[in-house]
């Protein structure tokens, strides 16, 4: 079965509902294939990284209201083995990583890209914005240094990422994680692992009838 996984890097329930699918996926006795799609929970420049907290805070209406959603998401990352440091997490846009992300995929490492930048942003306080970050994140999980760099500083992949990005709205995607299952079924937000199964487990029913 094909999963096709829209989410963005920088959303701490697409980190969630992607270890959740992998923990379905253990008691799954089919044949999956992970496809990520790209998806910007905002697309806005940002033009210098500034602490992810101030940035919620504005969004969401102070700062004490920020805290208490990140505390909240924390907590339910834990349950997942998922460590969450809001205090260290900057603000980025994230075309430039969906980018890297294409072009681990035409590797055969986009699974490990996309672990790396989660990590990277919530875990570690990395600027997943920074394209100095994207190349040594990409080294770090066996990327060609070089070859990444000279990707990125290319127009490569950009026009395919911007009709990815539009072809997402267009399918109705509008809050991520979406996962979309044998290409037409939709579970939307991190669900528990064992709706995910059941899930899977529905759309093979459907499918062999």
């Given at each position: 079965m094909e999963i096709e996984i829209y989410a963005d890097v920088v959303c701490p329930w697409c980190w969630i509902g992607k270890r959740r699918l992998e923990?379905?996926?253990?008691s799954y006795d089919g044949d999956v294939t992970v496809t990520y799609r790209p998806f910007q929970l905002d697309p806005t420049p940002v033009t210098a990284p500034r602490p992810l907290v101030e940035a919620l805070a504005d969004k969401f209406g102070g700062r004490d209201r920020a805290e208490a959603m990140a505390a909240q998401v924390t907590q339910?990352?834990?349950?997942v083995g998922l460590e969450m440091r809001f205090d260290r997490a900057v603000q980025a846009n994230t075309f430039e990583a969906h980018r890297l992300v294409r072009f681990a995929a035409?590797?055969?490492?986009s699974e490990e890209v996309v672990e790396a930048l989660y990590r990277a942003h919530f875990t570690d306080g990395v600027d997943v914005g920074s394209r100095d970050a994207l190349v040594a994140l990409a080294a770090s999980v066996g990327l060609d240094e070089t070859e990444t760099r000279e990707h990125l500083e290319s127009h490569l992949g950009r026009r395919e990422v911007a009709a990815d990005l539009t072809a997402a709205?267009?399918?109705?995607?509008?809050s991520v994680?979406?996962?979309?299952?044998?290409?037409?079924y939709a579970?939307?937000?991190?669900?528990?692992?064992?709706t995910?199964?059941?899930?899977?487990q529905e759309v093979d029913r459907r499918e062999a009838s």
């Open positions: 923990q379905a996926l253990e339910v990352a834990a349950g035409e590797r055969g490492r709205h267009q399918l109705g995607v509008s994680p979406t996962f979309v299952l044998a290409g037409k579970v939307i937000g991190a669900q528990e692992p064992e995910l199964l059941a899930a899977l």
